[in-house]
């Protein structure tokens, strides 16, 4: 089948961009004709061989772009995209705008039109997005941190709709997306989420992730993993309060973190306000190698993150069968199964983190069934190939 997958942008890298690339690869071993087109790209970002024999496509600027008025420039994007392409029998559009590209493109064309929604764009709908975060912005008893978090977030959104061309860009978004064919979404919880935002019905379609390398070294101290970034529903001082209270109420004084993603003099701040300066060790930006031994070496991974799409987090640490410390909303709730590959606690609770993080801390022995288990479920459900037959039923073969 003749595919082309679009992404807006590949010139930074994240989950969604890293599936594009494992999904070229992936269709093209199983006999597609693929291609991937984008409007940026920068080779630095990866390693040498993750796009070695993947035709791409980098889309330029229209000739006439300064000439448009906003909507009719976006759209063009479409038609480059489509002279770009030429025929396909299938367009799979990644984050947004990349549907509206898509929309137009396909115009003339016997082209199906697929989305595969990582989320709806925050920007115009996060209420939608973030259902939860959204939920303790407009509660009066919540605790400070909370408070300021989702303060935060509702104060970014407040900016966001105040631009001049806010409302031009949600209704193009909105639009496009009732006029695609088929709308897949990363986990049921993302689907949801895109029936609220665009009122239009996505099908879940799990992901997966490709086995990650053997750990190099032995496990040496124990620790967790903690990978986070700075963005409100990440949820990183929620988890910060959760350690405080492991520490200096329950006495898990031996507890040791690794963290990463924990940048700028806010987090140090609140890491010494919090005496937790033995406890949490804040580490650099990890090459993929490095994020990996990171991960095979962990007693466990925590993972808390508020109103996460999906999480390919916790099948990395799964599929080095390590255990998880995991939302109970989200993504994450779709892959760890509480009690038996690890735990779920309830993101905005503190103290619930707390209690099951040392309850796993305590028992090594536990952790280690627990990712046994993950293991097992990883091998069974999540490997990149069965997210590809999933994929491949229900886009390609309709």
Not at 306 to 327: K, N, Q, T, W
Request: with cysteine.
């Amino acid at each position: 089948m003749r595919i082309a997958l679009v992404h807006p942008r590949l010139d930074h890298r994240g989950g969604a961009e890293n599936v594009v690339c494992w999904m070229a690869r992936g269709l093209l071993k199983r006999g597609h004709d693929v291609i991937v087109a984008t409007r940026y790209f920068s080779l630095e970002l990866w390693n040498e061989k993750d796009w070695a024999g993947i035709p791409r496509v980098v889309l330029g600027k229209g000739r006439l772009d300064r000439f448009k008025l906003r909507a009719a420039r976006k759209r063009g994007v479409g038609d480059r995209l489509r002279r770009a392409i030429g025929p396909r029998d299938v367009i799979i559009a990644h984050n947004s705008p990349a549907p509206m590209w898509a929309v137009v493109a396909a115009r003339g064309m016997r082209t199906r039109v697929v989305w595969f929604c990582e989320e709806p764009t925050a920007r115009f709908f996060w209420q939608e997005t973030m259902p939860h975060l959204a939920a303790a912005a407009a509660d009066p008893d919540r605790p400070a941190w909370l408070r300021a978090m989702a303060d935060r977030a509702a104060d970014r959104s407040a900016k966001d709709e105040s631009g001049p061309n806010f409302a031009i860009d949600r209704e193009l978004e909105r639009d496009s997306a009732t006029r695609i064919d088929l709308t897949l979404a990363n986990s049921a919880f993302t689907a949801g989420n895109v029936a609220r935002a665009y009122g239009i019905r996505a099908r879940p379609c799990l992901l997966g992730m490709p086995e990650p390398a053997p750990a190099a070294v032995a496990r040496g101290e124990p620790y967790v993993a903690w990978v986070t970034a700075p963005i409100e529903h990440k949820n990183a001082y929620g988890f910060l309060e959760a350690l405080q209270i492991a520490v200096h109420e329950f006495g898990a004084r031996d507890l040791r973190v690794r963290a990463v993603g924990l940048r700028g003099s806010a987090f140090e701040g609140r890491i010494a306000e919090l005496a937790l300066g033995g406890v949490v060790h804040c580490e650099s930006r990890l090459s993929d190698a490095d994020l990996n031994e990171l991960i095979a070496g962990c007693r466990l991974l925590a993972y808390p993150p508020i109103d996460e799409p999906f999480g390919l987090l916790p099948l990395h640490a799964m599929a080095h069968a390590r255990a998880v410390l995991a939302s109970s909303t989200g993504g994450p709730a779709e892959t760890v199964i509480d009690g038996v590959t690890g735990a779920l606690v309830d993101p905005l609770d503190p103290r619930a983190i707390a209690t099951r993080l040392v309850d796993l801390w305590r028992a090594p022995e536990r952790c280690d069934a627990l990712g046994a288990a993950g293991r097992a479920r990883y091998l069974a459900n999540f490997t990149f190939d069965h997210f590809l037959d999933r994929f491949e039923a229900l886009a390609l073969r309709n």
